[in-house]
């Protein structure tokens, strides 16, 4: 028995992780919203340069958590963390007493909610290095990377962790254990906070175009998240801005999740990764200029696509 | 006598005040691309609510200023100041020995490159404090404010700032000689520092709606600019930030210049605005953040353009 999981928001990562962890040998059921016609039908699609390619065909394709006819040892919550998708009513209704969480998410400061709604519950957090995109209903591009980084938020996880990654490695995927998930999730924003938002701002480059272009200036983006991290207790290893650089110039040109959500006219993770970044710095009473600006340009680039 | 005028770049600001000069008495003149064919046959109609509507019929029209057939008091350069055009080049020709320039243009630091050039010449540097916009060929909406700001470069202009106001107030327009026309230059970039940038990049809200959503993040930039001016020894009054703000709150919803241009594919004054303020406080080895960030933002902005 491998287990039973139920993956809450399969769309792009959620559809990819399931697909893994489906091909360990886990009985995998998804709650999909917008491509449940489709997926219920015909299942998803992943093509992977690294990985191969394969069909995954959920166990259940569900509209809503409620629907799940059985009891999960995971729910993972793979949704976007915007305003307007309330994480814990979405999950809430498809846990049994056995069940742990986890949520495969972008951002910072993000946990919060979800210890005060489960406190008694093995809370695994996780974040996504890698670059998939949702080309058509049911079909995922695995373009690159795919590393999984997994953390227990409470201090005994009976295993259950550990026991995640080593579905996940079982079905081919790169994961692995963090001890200290938050400065993990820290240290993703510092690619996050300067990409997402220049993607968007620049009207639409690519990773390539901006970095080459604005060097200068997402290093002392990726610097400002540096120094709030490091203040906030999690202080990041001394090459972080360097590898990121370095990784992103080896990347493939790349399009950002936000700017795929705003292309598409999907709401923005502004609020995850850069709002919350920058309330933890107004409560540390540390500057960040650089992040302070790309947040107010994204608030006003969301208040004129609200107006139009 | 009222004098002859040759204006260079006759757009909306150069038509305007050339029509308020033309009103006053003066032979004026007009160089003009793109609208030549529209304004040789029936020069341009004035909009006003303040002022009035009128047609001012240019003495000459034409489509490069060596074509002018006479002998100007004053060339007045209205043109964009963006990269592409060779403002010394576009001016050359329409001079005479007797000629005393004028111009009447956006950004700081935007002097040496005349000076350089006409180093024997009175050199009369203008700032328009308008609201006025080209609605079609020729037909030019005055909406607010007007106010001329000049002041000569030289220390002696043998009385050519003043005659050249007094022009322009006899024709209706509010004009002020300025004592310190460069410290005027950092005032007025002042405001056009964050509303030009933050109305592209958010794209394309106006100004009203950019002061209510993020008035800190306005402030903040034009403290910023007020830094600069004030250690290239050029201090600005203590209230000016609180005069731009509530001068901008009392002003009707404004697309700025550089929105407009943003949004008929026209080049920015991103350098003349911006580029050059963050050149000036790197010389004064003078933190710039904000500055700094939006100018990043529009030159990526920029770069997406010219790719797209």
Redesign the interface.
Same mark, same amino acid.
Do not use: E, H, K, N
């Given at each position: 028995m491998n287990g039973k999981i139920l993956i809450v928001g399969a769309g792009a990562i959620g559809g990819f992780y399931g697909a893994l962890l489906a091909r360990a040998g886990a009985e995998v059921s998804v709650v999909c919203r917008s491509d449940y016609d489709y997926v219920s039908r015909h299942g998803f699609q992943i093509d992977s340069h690294e990985l191969g390619c394969w069909q995954f065909r959920p166990a259940q394709v569900l509209r809503q958590a409620c629907e799940y006819q059985d009891s999960a040892d995971y729910l993972i919550l793979c949704s976007k963390v915007v305003a307007g998708i309330d994480r814990v009513n979405l999950i809430r209704a498809g846990l049994t007493a056995e069940t742990a969480i986890a949520f495969i998410q972008n951002g910072v400061d993000i946990e919060s909610e979800l210890l005060a709604a489960f406190p008694d519950r093995v809370l695994i957090s996780g974040l996504a290095y890698i670059c998939c995109n949702r080309v058509a209903p049911g079909h995922i591009k695995h373009l690159a990377y795919g590393k999984l980084t997994l953390g227990a938020l409470t201090p005994d996880d009976a295993g259950l962790s550990q026991r995640l990654r080593d579905l996940c490695a079982a079905g081919g995927g790169d994961c692995e254990i963090s001890r200290d998930i938050v400065a993990s999730r820290w240290q993703k924003c510092v690619w996050n906070a300067p990409f997402n938002p %220049?993607s968007v701002?620049?009207?639409? %480059?690519a990773t390539q !175009?901006?970095l080459q272009? +604005?060097e200068g200036?997402v290093r002392?983006i990726m610097h400002e998240i540096c120094r709030i991290a490091a203040a906030s207790g999690h202080p990041l290893p001394y090459d972080t801005v360097e590898l990121n650089i370095e990784r992103t110039r080896h990347m493939p040109p790349y399009k950002t999740s936000m700017l795929l959500d705003f292309e598409q006219g999907r709401p923005m993770e502004t609020e995850a990764i850069l709002g919350n970044a920058v309330r933890a710095a107004q409560r540390l009473n540390l500057e960040c200029?650089?992040l +302070?600006?790309?947040y !107010?340009?994204m608030?006003?680039?969301e208040?004129?696509?609200s +107006?139009?």
């Open positions: %220049l701002l620049s009207g639409g %480059l !175009a901006i272009s +604005q200036f002392d200029p650089r +302070q600006s790309l !107010a340009l608030r006003l680039r208040l004129q696509i +107006q139009s």
